[in-house]
């Protein structure tokens, strides 16, 4: 069973950073597909980035440029760095993961019915 916790959530004003962990538990990353995925209020759940078993990173090609994803596959935790923040970030972050049955350069950057596992997802909130 995977279970993912998200941490690094919190208060930032506009302009800003933050960085967001998932930690990994009950695999290791080289069997996981990992994403990040954020929900506003009133909106539709948004895929941000994706990493796949083998290390490749993608993008939702409107947050390029200020989301990077990364992973420690030592401490199993994957990060999202966050920059220049703004009020429209504003949401809850999850991660989510799709095991595999061997190392592939694939993940799903916007469909998040392609993962299997959820974590608990960590406020964001952007203001001044």
């Known amino acids: 069973q995977v279970q993912l916790v998200e941490s690094g959530g919190g208060l930032v004003q506009p302009g800003g950073s933050l960085r967001l962990s998932c930690a990994v538990s009950?695999?290791?990353?080289?069997?996981?597909?990992i994403g990040w995925f954020r929900q506003a209020p009133e909106k539709d759940r948004e895929g941000i980035s994706c990493?796949?078993?083998?290390?490749?990173?993608y993008y939702n090609a409107p947050l390029k440029g200020r989301f990077s994803v990364s992973r420690d596959g030592t401490r199993k935790i994957v990060s999202l760095q966050m920059n220049n923040l703004n009020a429209e970030d504003t949401a809850v972050y999850y991660c989510?993961?799709?095991?595999?049955?061997?190392?592939?350069?694939?993940?799903?950057?916007?469909?998040?019915?392609?993962?299997?596992?959820w974590g608990q997802g960590t406020q964001v909130t952007v203001s001044s």
């Open positions: 989510a993961a799709l095991p595999m049955d061997y190392p592939q350069n694939t993940c799903a950057v916007t469909t998040d019915t392609w993962y299997r596992y």
């Open positions: 009950g695999s290791t990353l080289e069997f996981l597909a």
């Open positions: 990493i796949s078993a083998r290390g490749s990173t």
